[in-house]
């Protein structure tokens, strides 16, 4: 009659001892990588870190947790939840309360608003990392906001990652322009072991107008975006519109790609060039390209 009970409580009793010694293992772990990031100019602080978790979880918690990379700048935010499921460890699920602010040289301080984000990692057998990231109601004071933002990560061959973002009802803002709608958007890609951005995919939306395209892009020496996408929409005029006065478009340049709008019809296929700090749309140069850093 004993029996079933007996049987219970003993695994009970070897579960927790593994829990426990499992758990001490995580703790080195996550001392381990720390200490490494640490050496590469990236830290963790916390006001306060707990472990807990028992029976079927290990679980970091870290209250207003600040990330400093290389004394330039700092992430902060207001809580981090690192959650691995005892039985599954290679599966570590974080979970972000917003706002997050980013500090660094030579800005102001900057705020991202944002419900809990959710980002998880599954490692392979080489510690390789597949990521995905949820993070809903995003805002950024002059940049925009979307409803949400969606990033899937996993390693491609040759040391490169194959990328996925979608945005939903995303808004872009900035000072001085008319805001930008986008109702959804697409991206699927691959970051090369050379840095350089091979694009399969690239599609928005904006209620009846589509845009979409594939191509490559890299850094130059100057830290510029160069490369070619090979683009194509449903309505360029309509595209234009949109799109035309965040360019900072002068009225010869706008009224000339008009004109060669013209004779392609609604729809039409425009390769758009960044070589050499400037961006061309077809033949025409329709911007400047400054350095990212």
Known sequence: MFLPLAIVLVLALLWTVYWFVASGIAR???TDERIRWASKGLTLTCTRDDWGGYPFHFEYSCTSPVITLADKAELRSANLLLVALAYAPWQVAALIDGPTTLL???ISPFEIKHQRALAAATFDRDSQPSLSVDVPALSARGLGQADKVMLFTRPAADNGS????RGQNVIYRREGRPEV???DANFLGTLLAD????IDKIELQHGQL???GSGALSLDPQHRIAGKLETETNDMQALLALVGPQLGLSESNLANIQTMLSFMGNGAKVPIIAKDGALYVGPLKAAELPPLY
């Open 104 to 106: 660094a040289a030579g």
């Open 210 to 212: 589509r845009y979409w």
């Open 181 to 183: 709608a986008i109702n």
């Open 28 to 30: 080195d772990r996550l």
């Open 195 to 198: 840095r350089s951005l091979r």
């Open 162 to 165: 194959d990328i996925s973002l």
